[in-house]
């Protein structure tokens, strides 16, 4: 089945270190997308990419990265300059950016600062 | 300014009753879409209905219509018959296509409780 895969489900990160969450598709979407959820919150979005080898930052870029090498791969790195990693991270990709586009979702990834 | 506002944090509703969640949107854009979403407490997103602007008829799909009232930039989701299983976050969301960035917009949510 076609789907998009995020890995791990639960993340656990000690304070200054930096985490790569996973985010894979196989439904031959162009673009692909990174939010973050905090509790009772909305989707804020962090950054996207709609060709390989390209990205653009979205809202709360600061203190994260991500990579686009691959058209099935986006991984975002959470790094040490990210003052309140803490949240749920959840991965979206669409066929392309039309306005009437579904955005399809992955499981999300729960980070845990300890 | 907030691109999407969903004004009721909380609902209740009785089983196999209508509910309506409340959902409106900024926009200068001529040519957009709007979307709710679903969440369950396990996290996954789950679309449920999509209106474009220049779309005359509301969206149904099933259970779910959109009441679309372009005019007050208002798009709320009206479930019917509601079942327990439809206890969950609601989200509204909206894709502008003459801004540069065409990523999915959020609103904070609505959470929906069922009771029996």
């Known amino acids: 089945d076609g789907g998009i895969t995020q890995s791990p489900k639960y993340l656990f990160r000690k304070e200054g270190q930096n985490v790569t969450l996973s985010c894979e598709q196989n439904?031959?979407?162009?673009?692909m997308y990174w939010y973050r959820q905090d509790p009772g919150q909305g989707l804020r979005l962090i950054y996207y990419s709609q060709i390989v080898n390209d990205f653009q930052k979205g809202d709360i870029a600061e203190g994260y990265s991500v990579s686009r090498e691959k058209k099935e791969s986006f991984p975002l790195t959470v790094t040490s300059a990210q003052k309140n990693p803490t949240a749920f991270y959840l991965c979206?990709?669409?066929?392309?950016?039309?306005?009437?586009?579904?955005?399809?979702f992955g499981q999300g990834t729960r980070l845990t600062v300890v | 300014a907030q691109k999407i506002t969903q004004t009721q944090p909380g609902m209740f509703v009785q089983e196999k009753e209508a509910v309506t969640l409340d959902c409106t949107y900024d926009?200068?854009?001529?040519?957009?879409?709007l979307f709710w979403y679903k969440q369950p407490s396990s996290g996954e997103m789950i679309f449920l209905i999509y209106?474009?602007?220049?779309?005359?008829q509301n969206a149904t799909e099933g259970r779910y219509s959109l009441n679309f009232q372009k005019a007050r930039k208002s798009a709320n989701l009206v479930i019917s018959a509601s079942q327990l299983g439809d206890s969950a976050m609601y989200f509204c969301a909206m894709r502008e296509k003459d801004t540069g960035r065409r990523a999915l917009t959020f609103g904070s949510g609505t959470r929906l409780q069922v009771q029996p």
């Open positions: 926009t200068s854009d001529q040519s957009y879409g």
């Open positions: 209106q474009g602007s220049y779309d005359e």
């Open positions: 979206a990709s669409t066929r392309g950016m039309a306005r009437n586009t579904e955005a399809f």
């Open positions: 439904l031959n979407h162009d673009a």
